[in-house]
């Protein structure tokens, strides 16, 4: 699957956005930070959004997140890594759905 044709409608703006991905510098301890910790209150309803053409977290390993973060939902989205940039409109109908059933 092309990761341009999630981008956006048009060509320039879709190289202009995969040119920026590279770009982010983050400080090393970002990199390698390991003591994660997510005190979940239990009560909260939580839903999990997995990407399913997400190459930085394949989905086995975003349903592990999900199960530590006591998620009571997972629901999917054909997207990579930021759903947010490439497909927001997806992304929105999504969240708009799972807050109306909370």
Request: net charge negative; with cysteine; aromatic share 8%.
């Amino acid at each position: 699957m092309s990761t341009r044709r999630h981008a956006t409608s048009a060509p320039a703006e879709a190289d202009a956005f995969l040119a920026r991905l590279q770009q982010d510098n983050w400080p090393e301890s970002a990199l390698s930070w390991t003591d994660y910790s997510y005190d979940v209150p239990a009560a909260a309803p939580a839903t999990y959004v997995l990407c399913l053409s997400d190459q930085i977290l394949p989905p086995d390993a975003q349903r592990r997140f999900a199960e530590r973060f006591a998620c009571q939902r997972i629901v999917s989205i054909d997207a990579g890594h930021q759903a947010q940039n490439t497909r927001p409109h997806g992304l929105a109908e999504i969240l708009l759905r799972e807050a109306a059933e909370v």
